[in-house]
């Protein structure tokens, strides 16, 4: 096939949706100058095209193999095919490795991109009810690493109730996916959370101005971010910046979000860019050409003068390899950085080993919790670092002083690592059935991606 004077390859084929009527249709992934995209044409609402991978990295030297991993305990049968069947059904081929459970609608913010379109004044879930689904979670595959999400999360006042129950019940780690705001401004709040068990704080954090802030979420926030790492780091509660990517708005701060993470590595456990996805509530009209992890790999070698570099990071080992990538670093008392990257490593940010696929998402949970984790309150001075990179100080004699002597040796390593969510545009279904990360709804655990699916008229697939 030709376009112009530009030639086309069709390298596979797979399915994909309608993004006006989610209807399943037939796709193909194309090469063109370098790029690639995926293609699919609706019989009732003609051809859509998306940019998938830029020119900046082989598409086709960046896959791996993966072997399959069933869900644990289905919740559904398989009727319609994917993604109509999610619960998880019996074809999806990876049991859950991190779970969100979204705890309200509500927000304390506005913000022109919201994935959950969160805002709606609507009654939040009972307590009771979030607990059983907590139990349940323990029959599919738990216990779990548990992301609490929204909305907005620290709305509820019941949150370290909830955190502090879980913890109970067996799942050893929580996360609060947070703007940060009633962080910032509530002092203490955050020291309650973590005597409650919480574990890390996913912090939005789209850069490194207020410009920035303003175009995204409508407000200046640089100032307010930074006062959450601070009260986080008081608490000892690990913090994982989380910008979302957008093209033309923020994609010229990728260098100064991860040199605030270097400066902070005290508080700041890593950096999971999450490159703009258009469901729930963005901007009109979602785009062909797409800012993709390609291009987000070249983006940080080039921002970062080569102190991170493409070869670094790899694809996740437990989701598809066109979802995701980590590296892990461990940052020098200078500022200087050691890559200390697995092949193998989990693309959540955790650069866990993933040897046996029966055992990744066990793997990846244990690694997240001990990664992301804060590292208490109590420091110890380790020392300067010589040139080679090994610790001039003598080490601890007495065992409590040398746990925490490694534990703050430990905090010195950042995990740099993205997601690529999907859309109705560049969906495929062979990467969401490969999918680890979850929504938990009820008794069902839905893909991220399918559970946020948005069709251009704003209907969804699950999503209430």
Avoid at 43 to 64: C, K, T
Avoid at 312 to 332: L, Q, R, T
Avoid at 407 to 436: G, I, P
Wanted: glycine share 8%; proline share 5%.
């Amino acid at each position: 096939m030709m376009s112009g004077s530009i030639a086309k390859r069709v390298l596979s084929e797979t399915e994909s949706v309608c993004p006006e009527c989610l209807k399943k249709i037939r796709a193909y992934r194309v090469a063109e100058g370098g790029s690639v995209w995926l293609e699919k044409t609706c019989p009732d609402h003609g051809a859509f095209r998306v940019e998938i991978w830029g020119d900046h990295v082989s598409y086709e030297e960046w896959n791996r193999i993966k072997k399959p991993s069933s869900p644990v305990n289905p919740a559904t049968t398989v009727e319609h095919g994917c993604p109509y069947d999610c619960g998880l059904c019996p074809d999806h081929r990876q049991h859950s490795c991190c779970v969100l459970l979204e705890i309200t609608e509500r927000c304390n913010l506005k913000c022109p991109v919201c994935f959950a379109s969160s805002g709606r004044e609507v009654d939040d879930p009972p307590t009771e009810e979030l607990m059983e689904t907590l139990t349940d979670l323990l029959t599919r595959g738990g216990p779990l690493n548990i992301q609490l999400s929204g909305g907005e999360p620290t709305v509820r006042d019941d949150l370290p109730e909830i955190i502090r129950r879980g913890k109970e019940m067996g799942h050893p780690f929580f996360q609060v996916n947070t703007n940060g705001l009633r962080l910032a401004y509530e002092p203490g709040y955050i020291q309650t959370l973590a005597d409650a068990g919480l574990d890390c704080v996913f912090l939005q954090f789209d850069g490194v101005s207020d410009d920035v802030y303003r175009q995204i979420r409508g407000r200046d926030l640089f100032s307010v971010k930074k006062t959450a790492i601070e009260r986080c780091e008081e608490a000892g509660v690990g913090v994982v910046l989380v910008p979302t990517v957008c093209a033309g708005v923020n994609t010229h701060e990728i260098g100064a979000i991860l040199d605030f993470a270097v400066e902070n590595i005290s508080a700041v456990r890593g950096v999971h860019f999450q490159p703009i996805t258009y469901m729930g509530r963005y901007p009109e009209g979602a785009p062909a050409r797409r800012f993709t992890l390609s291009h987000l790999l070249y983006e940080i070698e080039k921002q970062t003068g080569g102190r991170m570099k493409r070869t670094d990071f790899s694809p996740g080992g437990a989701e598809n390899a066109y979802c995701s990538f980590s590296a892990s670093y461990f940052v020098n008392l200078d500022g200087t950085l050691k890559t200390k990257t697995d092949s193998s490593a989990c693309g959540c940010g955790c650069g866990s080993p993933v040897p046996e696929a029966a055992d990744r998402a066990r793997q990846a949970r244990a690694y997240v919790a001990k990664a992301w984790k804060g590292a208490g309150r109590k420091k110890i001075n380790i020392g300067k670092m010589s040139g080679t990179g090994t610790v001039s100080t003598k080490l601890p004699t007495d065992t409590s002083s040398l746990d925490q002597f490694l534990e703050n040796f430990q905090r010195r390593q950042l995990a740099v690592s993205a997601m690529y969510f999907m859309d109705a545009w560049n969906l495929d279904l062979d990467r969401l059935r490969d999918c680890y990360i979850h929504v938990a709804d009820g008794k069902r655990l839905i893909p991220f991606c399918a559970y946020n699916l948005t069709a251009q008229n704003g209907e969804t697939l699950y999503r209430r």
